[in-house]
T-cell receptor
Framework: EPEVTQTPSHQVTQMGQEVILRCVPI?????FYWYRQILGQKVEFLVS????????KSEIFDDQFSVERPDGSNFTLKIRSTKLEDSAMYFC???????????FGDGTRLSIL | AQSVTQLGSHVSVSEGALVLLRCNYS??????LFWYVQYPNQGLQLLLK??????LVKGINGFEAEFKKSETSFHLTKPSAHMSDAAEYFC?????????FGTGTSLTVIP
């Protein structure tokens, strides 16, 4: 069964550094998402991406965040200057159609030191 | 506006007992509802989905959920809990492109 894959599984970064989290969505999917889950808290929506542009974003997704689909397969989340509070699990998801379920990757655990 | 409320952040059941995890939704449009499970250190796995077809939805691992419009509920059940069911369960409602997740219910299965 096709899967969403995320790399790396764990990323450790110094505060203030840039970090790029990578995702390979399911190949025929059209909608792409990033979510964040701070330890012990609920899953929070960050951003959705469709037709090569951001379709929705939350208040969490400020100017420090950006997303890109640099080629036909990858979908990346960049945090420009990381803060301690960016430490969380970051999940990528994709779906094939408007009312289809989202399929999630296993997440990248981001630890900011 | 769309939202989901999961009653009970922690639920404990004995192995073999009924599992009932509660979810109530709020939606200004006909909702599409989902249950996801998250095992420790893993991502979110789809358990089942309701997309306006049958109101009783069967999912993986013996779970099912019933959509009740009059109660705005979509509770998740399993007749007999197994140790491997211990995990975090999230209810979600879809509105267009965005998903809204509940705060999750942690299920503990007691041997």
């Amino acid at each position: 069964e096709p899967e969403v894959t995320q790399t790396p599984s764990h990323q450790v970064t110094q505060m203030g550094q840039e970090v790029i989290l990578r995702c390979v969505p399911i190949s025929n999917h059209l909608y792409f998402y990033w979510y964040r889950q701070i330890l012990g808290q609920k899953v929070e929506f960050l951003v959705s991406f469709y037709n090569n542009e951001i379709s929705e974003k939350s208040e969490i997704f400020d100017d420090q965040f950006s997303v890109e689909r640099p080629d036909g397969s990858n979908f990346t989340l960049k945090i420009r200057s990381t803060k301690l509070e960016d430490s969380a699990m970051y999940f990528c998801a994709s779906k094939g159609g408007t009312y289809q379920p989202q399929h999630f990757g296993d997440g990248t655990r981001l630890s900011i030191l | 506006a769309q939202s989901v409320t999961q009653l009970g952040s922690h639920v404990s059941v004995s192995e073999g007992a009924l599992v009932l995890l509660r979810c109530n939704y709020s939606s200004s449009v006909p909702p599409y509802l989902f249950w996801y499970v998250q095992y420790p250190n893993q991502g979110l796995q789809l358990l089942l989905k309701y997309t306006s077809a049958a109101t009783l939805v069967k999912g993986i691992n013996g779970f099912e959920a019933e959509f009740k419009k009059s109660e705005t509920s979509f509770h998740l059940t399993k007749p007999s809990a197994h140790m491997s069911d211990a995990a975090e369960y999230f209810c979600a409602v879809s509105a267009g492109n965005q998903f809204y997740f509940g705060t999750g219910t942690s299920l503990t299965v007691i041997p």
